[in-house]
């Protein structure tokens, strides 16, 4: 199983950047995807996931970041997108797409991050 985030970068508060992280080994009708970050000195935290599960699509969002963030996946691509629209500084983190497998109470495959930095 292989997980490649990418499309992070530098951007200026208020900016949008998308997130794009491709799935290999893995289908998404039998894992939940899931995008994680962690800021510096902070702990990793849940962003946002999406089940496409039983042929399903339910996004997830936390609170920081409903409104705000878009969650999807392109079947045909094998590919989850983070869209992230009105970005504000505190969302600077690296940010990490996770797999779980149906059924799993964790979260087993993540990928390498990418960087967020939003300047004010």
């Known amino acids: 199983v292989q997980l490649q985030a990418f499309g992070g970068g530098l951007v200026q508060a208020g900016d949008s950047l998308r997130l794009s992280c491709t799935a290999s080994?893995?289908?998404?009708?039998?894992?939940?995807m899931g995008w994680f970050r962690q800021a510096p000195g902070k702990e990793r935290e849940f962003v946002a996931a999406i089940s496409r599960i039983r042929g399903g699509s339910n996004p997830y969002y936390s609170d920081s970041v409903k409104g705000r963030f878009a969650v999807s996946t392109d079947n045909a691509r094998n590919t989850v997108y983070l869209q992230m629209n009105s970005l504000k500084p505190e969302d600077t983190a690296v940010y990490y797409c996770a797999a779980q497998r149906l059924g799993a109470n964790q979260y087993q495959f993540w990928g390498q991050g990418t960087q967020v930095t939003v300047s004010s």
């Open positions: 080994g893995i289908t998404f009708s039998t894992h939940l």
